[in-house]
């Protein structure tokens, strides 16, 4: 596995490159993102142990006692994914570069939610714009349309 030398990555891999499952990498200090990119890289592979027919479900009220730390650690990276690619739909849909979308976010807000508010206030500068143009009121009307973008 190529780690560059001297990098906390090649420190941690040092410490679980004799791992033989996934849970003892992680006991060993392996990130699971050192594990997905090492298996996106081809350096792991799966060799027996039981697997599961599809994708964990990302819903955590669907865990039980019959999920081991893998299948939760999976079901995390599942729901990270699903997330990480909404905000790709999100931003084609508005014809803007993703990252706008995920930098300057306020906490607990959905990239769904950025979205609208994005859009919301592309339409209050239109309409400010307008009113300035024409000198004339921000009426109500206006306000509303603009909180009807606005995302709650």
């Known amino acids: 596995n190529p780690k560059q030398k001297g990098s906390k990555s090649f420190v941690r891999y040092a410490k679980y490159a004799t791992a033989k ?3 003892e990498a992680l006991r060993k200090g392996s990130y699971t ?4 990119f090492d298996h996106e890289h081809g350096h792991l592979k799966a060799t ?3 697997k599961r027919k599809a994708l964990v479900n990302p819903n955590r009220d669907d865990w039980d006692e019959t999920w ?3 299948d939760k650690i999976l079901s995390r990276m599942h729901r990270q994914w699903i997330t990480w690619t909404k905000t ?4 084609d849909r508005l014809g803007v570069d993703r990252r ?4 300057n976010k306020m906490g607990g807000i959905s990239v769904e939610m ?3 508010r994005m859009e919301a206030q592309a339409v209050a500068q239109l309409i400010l714009e307008e009113a300035d143009k024409r000198s004339k009121p921000i009426t109500d009307a206006d306000v509303l349309h603009v909180l009807k ?3 709650w």
């Open 114 to 116: 950025h979205a609208a």
């Open 149 to 151: 973008h606005w995302a």
């Open 48 to 50: 027996g142990g039981p």
């Open 100 to 103: 706008n979308l995920t930098s």
């Open 68 to 70: 081991t730390k893998t």
């Open 21 to 23: 499952t996934v849970g």
């Open 88 to 91: 790709f739909e999100v931003a």
């Open 33 to 36: 993102l050192d594990l997905l």
